[in-house]
């Protein structure tokens, strides 16, 4: 066992030495910190007294005097957010200005030295997909676990921009092979799954009633999501009538499905109702995020499209020196959009229709 201390209210936990360089939420002031060593014989209390951010969990605090009490592990399950009976929670109106201005700040981060580094590193680690893809043998390993670690850090992105974390999460890999790459790989697979599945009932809707075939409404739903609506307006009209609301309820929800999984985890997924309930308690905010997280995903294909029509243009330029371009503008905009998600659930977590502790 290892003694720490918050560094914000000063308060003592005693934690297996495994947890040490981990980050964690002070169970008395709510404050994120790395878990460090400090000098002196360990405190004799739960091992569990912290818990991991990513995971969620909380504990009670400690004595206020000082002396430490034994941690009680609060649920995880779905209780319902409590708002402060004094009136202290700011208005919906106060709450999205700060939120605003919090969106308005993100693109500072890239402004730092460290995050600059940590992007480059990020980047780059994204770009290694590509010839990772092309390679025989091992390349389609390498890029799954490339790619199971580039969703785990837009996760923690996510979960650090929901406890109030200013800078990008550091690139260390401390919860393991599975935790740290195969899960989040899975989180984003089921949250991809649960977004599509209105655009699946639309296009069985549509094979058992003869509008069209299964292949036929799979293209309206391919066009639509890559911002070809020349493409999407030439199809039948009956079936784009069909799949278009369909592949927009599923894009609607998926900011909250990535906040749901990145905070409360997969089994969270199953509670819609307290999703969509949130989503009209905060219908303001929530409509910012989905601004954001369109525009980032609507970045890549717009910019994209020029050199498709481009013959003309030097081969270098158009197969090297923009691709390297928009893929960078597209990593950057992943991370501020899933900062915009995080951010939401901070400045709103006292409106939604459910907690994680």
Same mark, same amino acid.
């Given at each position: $066992?290892?003694?720490?201390?918050?560094?914000?209210?000063?308060?003592? =936990?005693?934690?297996? &030495? /495994?947890?040490?360089?981990?980050?964690?939420?002070?169970?008395?002031?709510?404050?994120? %910190?790395?878990? @460090?060593?400090?000098?002196?014989?360990?405190?004799? *209390?739960?091992? &569990?007294? *912290?818990?991991?951010? +990513?995971? !969620?969990?909380?504990?009670?605090?400690?004595?206020?005097?000082?002396? *430490?009490?034994?941690?009680?592990?609060?649920?995880?399950? =779905?209780?319902?957010?409590?708002?402060?009976?004094? !009136?202290?929670?700011? @208005?919906?109106?106060?709450?999205?200005?700060?939120?605003?201005?919090?969106?308005?700040?993100?693109?500072?981060?890239?402004?730092?030295?460290?995050?600059?580094?940590?992007?480059?590193?990020?980047?780059?680690? /994204?770009?290694?997909?590509?010839?990772?893809?092309?390679?025989?043998?091992?390349?389609?390993?390498?890029?799954?676990?490339?790619?199971?670690? =580039?969703?785990?850090?837009?996760?923690?992105?996510?979960?650090?921009?929901?406890? +109030?974390?200013?800078?990008?999460?550091?690139?260390?890999?401390?919860?393991?092979?599975?935790?740290?790459?195969?899960?989040?790989?899975?989180?984003?697979?089921?949250?991809?799954?649960?977004?599509?599945?209105?655009?699946?009932?639309?296009?069985? =809707?549509?094979?058992?009633?003869?509008?069209?075939?299964? #292949?036929?409404?799979?293209?309206?739903?391919?066009? *639509?999501?890559?911002?070809? %609506?020349?493409?999407?307006?030439?199809?039948?009209?009956?079936?784009? $009538?069909? /799949?278009?609301?369909?592949?927009?309820?599923?894009?609607?929800?998926?900011?909250?499905?990535?906040?749901?999984?990145?905070?409360?985890?997969?089994?969270?997924?199953?509670?819609? &109702?307290?999703?969509?309930?949130?989503?009209?308690?905060?219908?303001?905010?929530?409509?910012?995020?989905?601004?954001?997280? !369109?525009?980032?995903?609507?970045?890549?294909?717009?910019?994209?499209?020029?050199? #498709?029509?481009?013959? &003309?243009? #030097?081969?270098?330029?158009?197969?090297?020196?923009?691709?390297?371009?928009?893929?960078?503008?597209?990593?950057?905009? @992943?991370?501020? @959009?899933?900062?915009?998600?995080?951010?939401?659930?901070?400045? %709103?977590?006292?409106?939604?229709? %459910?907690?994680?502790?």
């Amino acid at each position: $066992m290892a003694k720490v201390r918050c560094p914000n209210c000063t308060a003592q =936990y005693a934690v297996p &030495d /495994v947890k040490l360089g981990k980050r964690a939420r002070c169970a008395r002031c709510q404050q994120s %910190f790395v878990l @460090s060593i400090e000098e002196g014989d360990p405190i004799p *209390l739960a091992a &569990d007294l *912290l818990a991991g951010l +990513g995971r !969620g969990e909380t504990v009670a605090a400690p004595a206020p005097e000082g002396d *430490l009490a034994e941690a009680v592990p609060v649920s995880l399950g =779905y209780a319902k957010a409590e708002r402060p009976s004094d !009136g202290s929670a700011p @208005s919906l109106g106060a709450s999205l200005k700060s939120y605003v201005r919090a969106l308005a700040a993100a693109p500072r981060m890239f402004t730092r030295l460290g995050n600059v580094i940590t992007f480059i590193v990020v980047f780059v680690l /994204v770009a290694l997909q590509v010839p990772a893809a092309m390679a025989p043998c091992f390349g389609l390993i390498a890029m799954l676990i490339l790619n199971g670690w =580039y969703m785990a850090y837009l996760l923690n992105v996510a979960v650090g921009a929901a406890n +109030g974390e200013e800078d990008l999460p550091d690139l260390t890999l401390t919860e393991g092979f599975w935790e740290g790459i195969v899960l989040p790989l899975l989180k984003f697979l089921v949250v991809s799954l649960v977004a599509a599945l209105p655009m699946i009932a639309a296009m069985a =809707y549509c094979t058992a009633t003869n509008l069209a075939s299964a #292949e036929e409404a799979f293209v309206a739903a391919l066009m *639509l999501m890559t911002l070809k %609506f020349e493409a999407l307006l030439a199809l039948n009209p009956a079936v784009t $009538m069909v /799949v278009v609301p369909a592949v927009v309820a599923g894009q609607v929800m998926l900011p909250m499905l990535l906040l749901t999984v990145a905070v409360g985890g997969i089994g969270a997924l199953v509670r819609v &109702d307290l999703m969509l309930t949130t989503i009209m308690n905060t219908l303001p905010a929530y409509l910012v995020v989905l601004l954001v997280y !369109g525009v980032s995903a609507a970045l890549p294909p717009l910019l994209q499209a020029p050199l #498709e029509t481009a013959e &003309d243009m #030097e081969l270098t330029l158009r197969l090297l020196v923009i691709p390297i371009a928009i893929m960078l503008v597209e990593v950057a905009a @992943s991370i501020i @959009s899933m900062r915009a998600i995080g951010l939401y659930y901070l400045h %709103f977590k006292q409106r939604f229709a %459910f907690a994680w502790g």
